[in-house]
């Protein structure tokens, strides 16, 4: 019964989790879209105040978006490069399971 109920709050946890996410993404998504029209109406730099008070400006936040993107995909680079030389090690050496 224990288990029963353990894997239905991870259930709710996970759909919770998924919801959340898609919300901070077309909430960011709405985000990068206005600063879009912004920049190209020519008010690129007018500021405004984050949730913490702290003066932003739309160039700034396209600038700091696009480097995230940058940063995730030298990441995924990077994992798949590592991902290929621990496979080439398997073929040249054998798995891992079987020498333990």
Known sequence: MSQSKKSQVSKWAV???LMFG???IFGLGSL??????KVSSGH????YRTVWLVEFNYIGLLV????FILIFLIGAIMHF???????????KYGSRNENT
Do not use: C, M, W
Request: charged share 25%; no cysteine.
């Open 15 to 17: 759909i919770g989790f």
């Open 32 to 37: 990068v879209t206005r600063a879009i029209e």
């Open 22 to 24: 898609i919300a901070g």
């Open 64 to 67: 700091l978006v696009g480097s």
């Open 44 to 47: 690129g730099l007018d500021t």
């Open 81 to 91: 490069v590592e991902f290929l030389q621990l496979r080439a090690l398997e073929k």
